[in-house]
Every structure is written in C-alpha cells, then in structure tokens.
C-alpha cells in the first residue's frame, strides 16, 4: 500500500518541491535497510543518477563497535531528497559526508534522523551546499541522545554557498537530549564566494568561470578525502566536479 502523500505541514517535507514528487510517488520503493554487526564496517558512496528527480532513502542499525561512513552527493536537475535515519549501539560509530549542488529552480534536500541508543556512539554529519540561480538546499538533522547514552559525542557541520540573490539555503539543526554526560554541537553557516580570494584566482589568468569552480571545488571536494575504495572516490569527485562547473558558470 502506498504510503499518504506528504504535505508541507509535516517538518520533514517543509522545504520539498511536492509537485515535482507527486508523478513518482507510486514509485517510491521502500527504504533501503543496513544492519552492520558488531564489530562490522559499512561504507557507501551514493552518486547521482541522471533522473531529474530522485529519493533515496535508508535506515542503518549500528550495532555495538559497528562503524558506517555515507557519502552522497545530490544534484539532481528538479528534486532531489536524501533520507536517513541511523541507530547507534554501545560505542559504534556513524559519518556522513553530503554535498549540495543546485542551479537552475532545482531543489535538493538533505533529512536525517541519528539516534543514539548505546553509550560512547560517535556521529558527524557535514553537509556542503553550493547554490546558483534559483536553487534551494536544504537539511533537516535531528539527533536524539537516549536516556542512559552517556558520553555520546554528536556533531553537525552545515555550510552553504551561494551564488545568485535568488538561490535559497535552508538548515535546521536539531538536538534531542536525554543523557547529561555528552558532547553534542551543531554548527550553520550561509556565505558567499570570497571577493579576494576570487580576484586572486583571475590574476593568475583564470577566467572567471574556472576561478569561481577552482574556489567551489576547495569548499566542496575534502567530503571525499575518505572513500577508500579508489574507483568510487574517483567517480564521486568527477561528478561533483562537473556539477560545480556547471553551477558556477
């Protein structure tokens, strides 16, 4: 059975592009489901497919010392969405490392529920948004910290780029604490291409085009210092190298 179609009234889908989802929404297959043992080890890199619209969407149970590391990349041409939501045992461990990038009237969306269920988990969550014409990107993160998951460490970093008036940054970071021995911060920031920085770059014979995706691409391109495997790390980097091209031209 097809789940409600969502409205805008609902947090989660607030930012959503709905007239854009609707035509596929019968065929929304149901969530991915990732259950690393303890002890395990998961990594996934996630690349764009060449549909205008595209959902995807997970959950991952962390068992005691399990580690996951996500990486995504969101650039679809209408609407984009990325789901997650991740449980944490007994001293596991949990990164995501997503990149935004959006011309046109594109929106990508970012929403993700992190909780922490065992004491000492450890999750990053780094978002990177680079936005031109009229794009939105946005995240939504919660972490939830369980009664009794004493000295969980939790981070958010959301940065965002953006490089026409009309472009849109939405971010809303969300602690949900029941424990008192933890470390949990979130930290949002919405800028705009360094004026200096980008003068430099066209003194030294860049047009202005390559100087703007030079300066992108050092926003951008460390999210994915950390794939291990070389082929998709290649591929996720080309891919997101070309999307910054794109968008800064």
Not at 24 to 38: I, N, S
Not at 76 to 99: H, K, M, N, P, Q
Not at 168 to 187: F, M, Q, R, S
Request: charged share 25%; aromatic share 6%; with cysteine.
């Amino acid at each position: 059975m097809t789940a409600p179609f969502p409205s805008r009234k609902q947090e989660d889908w607030r930012y959503a592009d709905l007239d854009a989802l609707r035509p596929v929404w019968d065929q929304l297959a149901e969530p991915l489901t990732f259950t690393v043992g303890a002890g395990e080890s998961l990594e996934e890199v996630w690349l764009p497919s060449r549909d205008d619209v595209q959902v995807r969407r997970a959950t991952i149970a962390l068992g005691d010392g399990a580690k996951a590391r996500l990486f995504v990349l969101n650039n679809s041409g209408i609407y984009g969405r990325t789901e997650l939501e991740v449980s944490l045992e007994v001293d596991s461990d949990f990164e995501l490392y997503v990149a935004n990038i959006g011309s046109g009237s594109s929106t990508n969306e970012l929403v993700t529920k992190v909780n922490h269920i065992g004491e000492r988990g450890r999750s990053r969550q780094i978002v990177r948004s680079v936005l031109g014409d009229k794009a939105v990107g946005s995240y939504l993160g919660k972490v939830e910290v369980a009664r009794g998951a004493q000295q969980t460490d939790g981070e958010q970093s959301v940065k965002a780029m953006l490089l026409d008036r009309g472009a849109t940054a939405n971010c809303k970071p969300e602690l949900e604490i029941y424990a008192d021995d933890v470390k949990c911060a979130h930290g949002a920031s919405v800028g705009e291409l360094d004026e200096t920085q980008l003068f430099y770059a066209m003194s030294r014979g860049l047009d202005p085009a390559s100087a703007r995706a030079l300066l992108l691409e050092g926003f951008v391109m460390g999210l994915w210092d950390h794939v291990t495997d070389d082929a998709q790390r290649e591929a996720i980097c080309t891919a997101a190298r070309e999307s910054l091209r794109r968008v800064s031209k």
